[in-house]
């Protein structure tokens, strides 16, 4: 872990160095040694503040969606996980980021931890967590200290990652990891693909009741982009209503669902910044197995790959 934290500080470093790029977006400790933040480096000196960890979750393409800004004709190096890459390859399909104004490091990952199933062993504020291999250590602001196996808290869709290394990148540090064979697998949907079909409604009515309206899984979201004329904000024309009912809730998360469809690799971003903790990520997986079992399209795994509604074939299978 500590060599892949030193070859992403020096990647860094010669990149800013030689004017390659204008500023690296990395990982960095956030207030306290058990959170990791984005963080944006401007200068080769300041690399040593990058940080590699099961603690880097956040999808670092979702600052590059908006036109790549700060200042407009900016050259920006970023970090990408396997997951994040096919987020950054279905920008690139669609030609709305530049290839040419990107330093892409790609980072082969194991998995990262889902703070929330930390936090939740604890009653106290978590404020350290290390790792040591497979074994994980997180203590409180009390001194109250527990060991578990990492693989205990991976985040769920790490446990079905088809992708753990990067699709794409220009420059690939640390060890690769063993690819997935065969077909890919949509976990945790089996129970509610075995509902019928008003119990399938009455679970998403229930989930989406919860919904605030906050709009943070659309901000976190890296594929979702049409920040300026987005359907769900739109006040003339209002095509879906501001109210914070569970009909406009459920109508909020669907078009946003339907408005990432083929674009989306799982990547769970979404999920993670719910505050209330709907299960977003479960509701785009079943959304990518519908797309793969149809059409055989996976979001996000060929640069060179048409986006899926972008083609059509005589034997496509749209379902019954």
Same mark, same amino acid.
């Given at each position: ?5 030193? *070859? ?11 004017? /390659?790029?204008?500023?690296f977006i990395g990982w960095t400790q @956030? ?15 300041? #690399? ?40 950054? #390859? ?19 990952? *194991? ?8 936090d939740a062993l604890f009653t106290d ?6 790792? &040591? ?5 997180? /203590? ?16 769920? +869709? ?10 794409? *990148? ?10 997935? +064979? ?8 089996? &129970? ?20 605030? /309206? ?14 300026? +004329? ?13 109210? #914070? ?47 793969? &079992? ?5 979001? @996000? ?8 509604? +972008? ?10």
């Amino acid at each position: 872990m500590s060599s892949t934290q030193d *070859a992403i500080r020096e990647a860094a470093k010669n990149a800013l160095a030689s004017g /390659r790029v204008d500023y690296f977006i990395g990982w960095t400790q @956030g207030h306290t040694p058990s959170e990791a933040i984005p963080a944006f480096i401007r200068r080769p000196e300041e #690399v040593d503040r990058l940080i590699w960890s099961p603690l880097c979750h956040h999808n670092l393409v979702t600052f590059l969606k908006r036109k790549m800004p700060d200042p407009p004709e900016s050259r920006i190096g970023v970090c990408v996980k396997g997951c994040d890459s096919r987020t950054l #390859v279905a920008l690139l399909q669609e030609g709305l980021v530049d290839r040419e104004r990107l330093y892409v490091v790609g980072i082969p990952c *194991a998995g990262v931890i889902d703070k929330r199933l930390v936090d939740a062993l604890f009653t106290d504020e978590v404020t350290e967590i290390d790792f &040591e291999g497979d074994l994980v250590t997180a /203590r409180t602001r009390m001194g109250e200290s527990k060991e578990f196996a990492l693989a205990d808290v991976l985040l769920d +869709q790490c446990g079905g990652c088809y992708s753990p290394n990067p699709r794409y *990148a220009d420059e690939l540090v640390g060890d690769t990891l063993p690819e997935s +064979q065969g077909k890919p697998q949509f976990p945790g949907l089996e &129970e509610f693909e075995a509902l019928d079909s008003a119990a399938k409604d009455a679970l998403l009515a229930e989930a989406f009741s919860t919904c605030i /309206r906050c709009f943070a899984c659309i901000n976190v979201c890296p594929v979702c982009y049409c920040w300026d +004329q987005c359907v769900n904000r739109s006040r003339r024309p209002a095509l879906v209503g501001q109210k #914070v009912d569970t009909k406009e809730n459920t109508l909020f998360q669907m078009v946003h669902m339907f408005h990432v469809a083929g674009r989306c690799p799982s990547c769970g971003a979404c999920d993670r910044a719910c505050p209330v903790q709907i299960p977003l990520y479960l509701l785009h997986r079943k959304m990518n197995k519908e797309l793969y &079992e149809m059409l055989g399209f996976m979001a @996000g795994m060929d640069v060179d790959e048409k986006p899926v509604f +972008q083609t059509f074939r005589i034997d496509d299978v749209l379902g019954e």
